[in-house]
């Protein structure tokens, strides 16, 4: 039995719904970046499954700017629950549903 | 052979996925994280992008995970989450129904388009089998993608930039957060007074 990439394609789709799964269910703004991370991995594979069928370099180069991408939003990200969970110890998302303070 | 490494690595990736969004305690969820991300990491080396699994393992595994252990541990923030709160009814089984039928939608579209792919090679940018893979990469990056490359450059130095106004220390006394009224308390309070439009609630 071959791996096609139809298998890629579907092991994509399944950890993309688990990464959108824990986004929605879990409260600690950390633990939500990292299904964010699990999403993008999830479109990476997916990239470089279709580039590989299809021959095309395309696909690699486009993970690699999301590589970058992720990284930065990271970095942003981590720092403004830095600075949020100083100010409001033990904060979860539903503690910032309003942007005062 | 390609089938039982590929079987093994879809393996630890869900397995990792599912412990990312499973674990109470955060630590533990970034550990997970690492696993998926290393099942990523073989299955890019099994379609042939090595470079890909290379930086998947120094940016990601290596840089992002310790990034986000380094704000856990910084942060004091490495407790177990309480389950049993729930702070918006239904929230649960709503994100499962959400999620499944996210991935049948998923599934149709990707399983269908695999069939539908015209099968035709890459016209522009054909990965060449004879050429190593970094070596192509880097030609395509400082060729066709420059300026997509340079601006890549722009967009890390404004993340960093970003990261030290966010997180530095703010002079001076800040002024007291209002007490949050909790979700529960505030739904209630907008009930009693839909319910009695003589009361009048401030907020």
Request: aromatic content about 6%; proline content about 4%; some cysteine.
């Amino acid at each position: 039995m071959e791996v096609t990439t139809g298998w890629y394609l579907a092991l994509g789709a399944v950890l993309f719904t688990i990464g959108a799964l824990g986004l929605l269910v879990r409260r600690n703004p950390l633990v939500m970046f990292m299904c964010v991370e699990l999403m993008l991995n999830a479109v990476n594979l997916t990239f470089v499954a279709l580039g590989a069928r299809l021959g095309d370099l395309g696909g690699q180069i486009a993970v690699f700017f999301v590589l970058v991408v992720a990284a930065a939003e990271v970095v942003v990200g981590l720092a403004l629950v830095v600075a949020i969970l100083r100010r409001r110890p033990g904060a979860t998302a539903d503690d910032l549903a309003v942007l005062r303070g | 052979m390609e089938l039982a490494v590929f079987i093994i690595s879809a393996v630890i990736v869900l397995v990792g996925a599912v412990g990312v969004i499973a674990s109470r305690n955060p630590v533990h969820s970034a550990l997970f994280l690492v696993q998926t991300l290393f099942g990523i990491a073989v299955l890019f080396v099994l379609l042939e992008a090595p470079f890909l699994a290379a930086i998947q393992v120094i940016v990601y595994a290596g840089a992002i995970v310790i990034l986000f252990l380094f704000v856990l541990m910084l942060l004091g923030v490495d407790r177990a989450e309480d389950w049993n709160v729930e702070p918006i009814g239904g929230q649960r089984p709503l994100a499962v129904v959400a999620a499944a039928s996210l991935l049948g939608i998923l599934l149709s579209v990707m399983l269908a388009a695999t069939d539908a792919v015209t099968g035709q090679p890459a016209a522009n940018e054909a990965i060449d089998p004879e050429m190593s893979n970094v070596r192509q990469l880097g030609r395509s990056l400082f060729s066709t993608h420059v300026v997509a490359f340079e601006l890549t450059a722009v967009l890390l130095t404004i993340a960093v930039v970003g990261a030290v106004v966010f997180a530095r220390k703010v002079k001076g006394e800040l002024e007291p957060i209002p007490e949050l009224v909790p979700l529960q308390d505030e739904i209630a309070m907008t009930r009693a007074a839909a319910a009695d439009p003589d009361e009048e609630v401030t907020h």
